[in-house]
């Protein structure tokens, strides 16, 4: 399959056209869009019609190497079959206001490893999803600053941390808390690069360090990985699919108003549930 490939930044993120849904996609077609991910991190196409299934099939393809089982593609698309993030759709999570960066199921032992979202039903003006690399962040950290973080772990929870946003609104259905600590730079398992990785929504703290300074050199993080040439917005049409590496790659939202345009997003991810999570629990709420 002839595919046209166009970078959406310097450093990341990349818009595949040429894509045609088949049944199983050949095996040069999937090695591309394979090392595409890797290389570029996140993949737009547009005007891409898709099913649930293909686009759990997409995702599984982009987690594994050669061929996805179609069983556990079927099996995904099942388990993920109410998975929508809309402010119109009922039962569907995060239907209103603002959500800060984050990779989804951070706190998790194993989170999800390629998200996507599919623009079901979208009417302008719609509010855009922002995206940015940590593999960049990490990359392009002064000397200064990376001194202050060279062997720092931090902790990331599920609790949203009170930093801005309206995550604390929309996550308060968690109950208990759960931590896991990582290190600030961590190495991305599917790819071999080291990220930034810390979150303004969900990372708690800095181990070993009071919370005042903890905040301060979060605070410095964040600004460097949030700067504008770091981040890519995606402005939403019907059909747009994109897929992203949700460790390399943080995703974030400008406020959704409860009775706005509407905005429907359908969500698929590899794998089905993060490791070291009870499904629905927190299943279907840490999301865009
Ligand atoms: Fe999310």
Request: proline share 6%; aromatic share 8%; hydrophobic share 35%.
């Amino acid at each position: 399959m002839a595919l046209k490939v166009r970078e959406l930044t310097p450093w990341f993120g990349a818009e595949v056209s040429g894509l045609i849904r088949v049944e199983t996609l050949d095996e040069g077609t999937c090695r591309e869009l394979q090392q595409l991910m890797k290389d570029r991190e996140l993949l737009v196409f547009r005007d891409f019609d898709i099913d649930r299934y293909f686009q759990n099939y997409l995702c599984e393809l982009l987690c594994v190497d050669g061929q996805p089982d179609t069983d556990v593609v079927a099996s995904n698309a099942e388990r993920q079959s109410g998975f929508y993030i809309s402010n119109t759709r009922e039962g569907a999570a995060a239907p209103f206001g603002e959500l800060m960066f984050h990779s989804d199921a951070t706190y998790s032992t194993g989170p999800y490893e390629i998200l996507s979202l599919w623009g079901e039903e979208v009417v302008p003006p719609v509010v855009p999803t922002r995206f940015a690399s940590v593999t960049r962040a990490w990359d392009s950290l002064p000397d200064a600053l990376r001194a202050r973080v060279e062997g720092r772990f931090a902790e990331q929870t599920n609790q949203v941390q009170n930093r801005g946003g309206e995550g604390d609104r929309l996550l308060k259905a968690i109950r208990e808390e759960r931590t896991i600590t990582t290190p600030v730079g961590y190495v991305n398992p599917r790819s071999g690069r080291t990220m930034l990785y810390v979150c303004s929504m969900v990372t708690k703290g800095i181990v070993g360090m009071d919370h005042d300074d903890s905040e301060d050199l979060l605070g410095e993080l964040f600004a460097h990985t949030e700067q504008p040439e770091n981040v890519w917005t995606h402005e939403w049409r019907n059909n747009d699919l994109v897929v992203w590496d949700n460790l390399a790659v943080q995703h974030a939202r400008p406020d959704v108003e409860e009775g706005g345009p509407v905005r429907t997003l359908r969500k698929a991810a590899s794998p089905a549930v993060p490791a070291g999570l009870v499904p629905q629990q927190s299943y279907g709420t840490m999301v865009d």
